[in-house]
């Protein structure tokens, strides 16, 4: 059971270069979710996507876009990479909308990014 | 505004020993509240919700936790810590219409052999 499958595990970039985080899950869960894990800080929801063809905001979306090209897969891209954003992203999926009691969220193992 | 507080970033405890993290809440209408674990280099996983009921909640790996409305507390407990329990512990609580999770800033378990 592959669940929810994140690439890459790890990246460094230079300030200023831009990339694209995917995220895939194969439980046909209806929304996924991407957060940034930072430390003593929890988790920051980045963006998410209730349903295939929506999008929000989250806590923290400046300097990153999403897209969700079908019900399996989200990405998160990065325009224009700045130290700010070295950090452990994490993508998440969940059957219903967000932590809705019967809905927990399914993580990825992450990906490493550090900005330099 | 809801919030999440995690008292204690760290807490070692021996082999063995009662585990308790603590997790207290702010919110202006009952939440629903979970625990979620983060094992090294992982991503997270359900530990256990609480959501309407009974307040004493059983979850994975014999841990529990239980809801205390007047103290806003979910402090989450084991009676005997086992070496693979040693990993990363979240407190989430969720309330309102959009049910966007609100979190705490983590405790990270070390188990003492």
């Known amino acids: 059971n592959a669940g929810v499958t994140q690439t890459p595990k790890f990246q460094v970039l230079k300030t200023g270069q831009s990339m694209t985080l995917q995220c895939a899950q194969d439980?046909?869960?209806?929304?996924m979710y991407w957060y940034r894990q930072d430390p003593g800080m929890g988790l920051r929801l980045i963006y998410y996507?209730?349903?295939?063809?929506?999008?929000d905001k989250g806590e923290v979306p400046n300097g990153y876009n999403v897209s969700r090209l079908n019900k399996r897969e989200f990405s998160l891209r990065l325009e224009s990479a700045a130290p700010s954003q070295t950090s452990v992203y994490f993508c998440?999926?969940?059957?219903?909308?967000?932590?809705?009691?019967?809905?927990?969220?399914?993580f990825g193992n992450g990906t490493r990014l550090t900005v330099t | 505004a809801q919030s999440v507080t995690q008292l204690g970033s760290h807490v070692s405890v021996s082999e063995g020993a009662l585990v308790l993290l603590r997790c207290n809440y702010s919110?202006?209408?009952?939440?629903?509240l979970f625990w979620y674990v983060q094992y090294p280099n992982q991503g997270l996983q359900l530990l256990l919700k609480?959501?309407?009921?009974a307040t004493l909640v059983k979850g994975i790996n014999g841990f529990e936790a239980e809801f205390k409305k007047s103290e806003t507390s979910f402090h989450l407990t084991k009676p005997s810590a086992h070496m693979s329990d040693a990993a990363e512990y979240f407190c989430?609580?969720?309330?309102?219409?959009?049910?966007?999770?609100?979190w705490g800033a983590g405790t990270k378990l070390i188990i003492k052999p």
């Open positions: 998440a999926s969940s059957e219903l909308q967000s932590s809705s009691y019967n809905s927990p969220l399914h």
């Open positions: 439980m046909n869960h209806n929304s």
């Open positions: 996507s209730a349903s295939e063809g929506t999008t």
């Open positions: 919110s202006s209408v009952p939440p629903y």
């Open positions: 609480y959501t309407t009921g």
């Open positions: 989430a609580v969720s309330e309102g219409s959009n049910y966007q999770l609100i």
